[in-house]
């Protein structure tokens, strides 16, 4: 089976349980890692993923994929916050608006090719973020190499 067909298969079978358990399946990756395969699963919720919530979700989840056995072969999975994650996916776009991120470009724009700020999301291609000082700035998305969650303390 295809790494995107797997995922999508997992993702029917995450999305009840996340929601069950009061959080948000935000992205379900299949991998690679060295030697090993890795499930990831990625939840979220408003008040923020404690270990408790992923501990949960990992239990649960990790019986309906027994159940259900939709990977071949042997993997670890792994339930994790979104931490300080690059957004994969157009909807993350706007679930993760108003938290900082930072955006990387492929070639510079102004001088610069990476940029700090608020994510206020994405519309007809166009990432837009409010930088320092709340100046908004737009990239086109296909110009951006990653966008990625920043945690500030």
């Known amino acids: 089976m295809?790494?995107?067909d797997i995922e999508s298969a997992v993702e029917k079978i995450c999305g009840p349980i996340?929601?069950?358990l009061n959080t948000k399946l935000i992205d379900v990756e299949?991998?690679?890692e060295g030697n090993d395969f890795v499930l990831r699963v990625i939840i979220d919720?408003?008040?923020g993923v404690t270990i408790d919530?992923?501990?949960?979700m990992s239990r649960a989840l990790s019986d309906r994929l027994d159940e259900e056995d939709p990977i071949e072969g042997s993997y670890?999975?792994?339930v994790q916050s979104p931490g300080e994650r690059t957004l994969r996916?157009?909807?993350e776009y706007e679930y993760f608006s108003g938290r900082n991120v930072e955006v990387k470009l492929y070639q510079a724009s102004d001088g610069k090719k990476l940029y700090g700020g608020k994510l206020i999301g994405l519309d007809d291609g166009l990432v837009s973020?409010?930088?320092d000082g709340g100046r908004v700035i737009g990239f086109p998305k296909e110009k951006i190499a990653s966008c990625r969650l920043k945690i500030i303390f």
């Open 89 to 91: 996916r157009d909807s």
């Open 2 to 4: 295809r790494k995107a």
């Open 76 to 78: 670890n999975l792994e």
């Open 53 to 56: 919530d992923c501990e949960n």
């Open 129 to 131: 973020i409010a930088a």
């Open 45 to 47: 919720k408003p008040e």
């Open 18 to 20: 996340a929601e069950a």
């Open 30 to 32: 299949y991998k690679k």
